[in-house]
């Protein structure tokens, strides 16, 4: 079978361009965080559970994490309510509300020392970052 020269030259063309672009890696930045309030609420109650409740933080010890991201004010939040008593008052509530969200944090778990490390460990979680 003979191809025209202009023919056979656009097919090794291509042929080569599909092959280079097969071999090159997928370089896409990175996807960023939805902003929303429930999702960044989300990020926020799955870290909490995980570096406060969960791993034996002595400063949660005592409480549990009642979250409560299905609310139909359009804040959802989570708390940290005593352990043997979880209809009682909370010690902490973190909540957000729009897009992009608006945090807010508040309780007496935000008095003292444990605060400051309350607010980095949210704004944190916030971003898209998880870690303890």
């Known amino acids: 079978m003979h191809l025209h020269p202009a023919i ?5 063309s291509a042929t080569v361009a599909l092959a280079l672009t097969s071999c090159q890696s ?5 996807a960023s965080p939805d902003r929303a309030a429930l999702p960044t609420m989300e990020r926020v109650a799955v ?3 995980r570096c ?7 400063t949660f010890e005592p409480y549990r ?17 005593p352990r ?5 008052r909370p010690v ?3 909540q957000a509300e729009g897009s992009p969200a608006r945090l807010d944090a508040f ?10 490390r309350i607010r980095r460990d949210v704004l944190k979680w916030a971003s898209g970052t998880s870690g303890c």
Do not use: Y
């Open 84 to 88: 043997n008593s979880p209809e009682s």
């Open 8 to 12: 056979r030259v656009a097919s090794l």
């Open 92 to 94: 902490l509530v973190v």
């Open 107 to 116: 309780g007496p778990l935000m008095d003292g020392a444990s605060g400051d």
């Open 52 to 58: 406060w409740f969960k791993s034996g933080d002595p």
């Open 26 to 30: 997928d370089r896409s930045p990175p």
């Open 47 to 49: 870290n909490a559970n």
């Open 65 to 81: 994490l009642a979250p409560e991201l299905n609310s139909f004010s359009g804040r959802p939040r989570i708390l940290a309510v």
